[in-house]
């Protein structure tokens, strides 16, 4: 099947950190029906089969591999991979994340704090740190954020420092890389149906017993996302569709955030 560049991502390289997840597989399903290539890197071996498992179009290839995205030297390897396999990056999900335990501030033990701002605020640094170099004109970088990279979350000390820190990389990256025509944008995902938020919400009756606040925010549309419907958001952002939009923090949250 031949498709044209309607889609916005036809034939377009793209990168996928943190492919294996709900939203990763999301991200690289709908990427493969719009015909781009996309090399989907994640630290679980065993998870990554299920990319293998997407259906592909005859015009879009799916390669895998497996990365630590807070070691460097990994990071250069995926990027390479890429550039080896298509000669250029055009797109870049930075969708690695670990959300860490759920504990209060004061019971937070700081191996943990360190492994969170490692995979999330590292590892986003070092991406854009190895991809932009190789990234043409007209490229586009989006950074997974979330919600919680504006508001506080009780609970949730090294997450929400990091998803901050996220949209201040996001920002700064936007700046510098205008003048080469590259976009950078931040996603910012509400409450997800899937793995991390059945352990943060199993987590919560742990936390309430620590005396911290547990109490969930109101979401206006009185539902959590689909992984497929944030997905469409980040395919948006990563496509041409959105060629006049760059250093914004975009919001999948139901309305979590209005006011």
Do not use: Q
Request: hydrophobic share 45%.
């Amino acid at each position: 099947m031949t498709m044209t560049n309607e889609s916005g991502l036809s034939g377009k390289v793209l990168v996928v950190t943190g492919a294996a997840g709900d939203l990763g597989i999301a991200v690289v399903r709908a990427a493969v029906t719009r015909g781009a290539h996309v090399l989907a890197v994640d630290l679980d071996e065993h998870a990554l089969n299920r990319i293998s498992a997407i259906d592909r179009t005859s015009d879009s290839i799916v390669a895998t591999t497996v990365a630590d995205v807070s070691e460097e030297s990994h990071c250069a390897r995926y990027v390479a991979e890429a550039v080896d396999r298509w000669g250029r990056i055009d797109c870049f999900f930075n969708n690695a994340g670990i959300e860490g335990p759920v504990a209060s501030i004061d019971r937070l033990a700081v191996k943990d704090f360190d492994r969170v701002m490692a995979v999330n605020v590292r590892g986003a640094f070092l991406g854009m740190k190895h991809v932009l170099p190789v990234m043409l004109r007209g490229g586009s970088i989006v950074n997974t954020a979330s919600t919680a990279g504006t508001v506080g979350g009780g609970g949730l000390a090294a997450y929400v420092a990091s998803k901050h820190a996220v949209i201040g990389l996001t920002k700064t990256a936007a700046l510098e890389v205008a003048e080469r025509g590259i976009r950078v944008n931040a996603l910012c995902p509400g409450r997800i149906s899937g793995r991390m938020m059945s352990r943060i919400d199993s987590s919560s009756d742990a936390l309430a017993a620590t005396g911290a606040a547990s109490t969930r925010p109101d979401i206006p549309l009185g539902r959590y996302a689909t992984p497929e419907e944030v997905a469409a958001t980040a395919i948006f952002l990563l496509s041409d569709h959105s060629s006049y939009t760059t250093g914004s923090s975009y919001f999948v949250d139901g309305g979590r955030t209005i006011g």
